[in-house]
């Protein structure tokens, strides 16, 4: 028995995993087959079988065409049969998509993050009135508050007054005098209770060990 063995070493690589090593086969069978109506009659029953592997995708409106363009791929785009859908493009189908743009640019104060870059950057297109008053109030506390996260330490309301008028290039201010922000406090209390709860579940299970 141990003639007929096959390793997977000495077997061909699969082209879609998902369907396995037997409707791979059943394709090459396919492909051997040198009579075009019987061929057909073959590539329609291997469809059959892909068909009832995924029995949950059959709703889909193109889910046949992805079924018959998935049965060309497997064969390596050479199997001519009398099908319903034409032969998809082999460039088409493996052409790679384009590169995701990331943020190239570093912000100096890198602990704001590039969200604030960009809220600062909308905020400077309202107009001025009471709601980009208010807009920019609420930009200076988040500011505080992702200082706060990467410094524990309390912050002076005038540092980040000074940051957001570096990082809008002058164009948003607030002032000591009027302004004041919400109190350090009050923007790391989540982050505090929820260590509280940490603590508190902790010396729970201690004491349920003794």
């Not at 390596?76 to 460039?91: G, H, K, Q």
């Not at 809008?168 to 929820?194: A, C, F, P, W, Y």
Request: charged share 35%.
């Amino acid at each position: 028995m141990t003639e007929y063995l096959e390793y997977n070493s000495n077997r061909n690589q699969l082209v879609i995993p998902e369907y396995g090593r037997h409707v791979q086969k059943m394709v090459e069978h396919c492909l051997e087959e040198k009579d075009k109506e019987e061929r057909t009659k073959m590539a329609y029953a291997v469809v059959d079988v892909m068909a009832n592997m995924n029995p949950n995708h059959k709703d889909a409106n193109d889910y046949q065409q992805k079924l018959w363009d998935q049965l060309y791929i497997i064969s390596d785009f050479s199997l001519d049969v009398n099908a319903p859908y034409p032969m998809p493009d082999r460039e088409e189908i493996f052409k790679k998509p384009e590169p995701l743009k990331y943020p190239q640019n570093h912000p100096k104060y890198r602990f704001y993050g590039n969200n604030i870059s960009l809220m600062i950057d909308e905020a400077i297109k309202v107009e001025d009135g009471k709601l980009k008053e208010a807009l920019v109030y609420n930009i200076a506390n988040h500011m505080k508050k992702c200082f706060l996260n990467w410094n524990r330490d309390s912050v002076k309301d005038s540092v980040i007054f000074k940051h957001l008028e570096e990082l809008s290039d002058g164009k948003l201010s607030l002032k000591t005098d009027d302004e004041t922000l919400s109190e350090s406090s009050n923007l790391v209390r989540q982050n505090h209770s929820k260590k509280y709860k940490k603590n508190y579940r902790n010396k729970g299970r201690k004491r349920q060990r003794k």
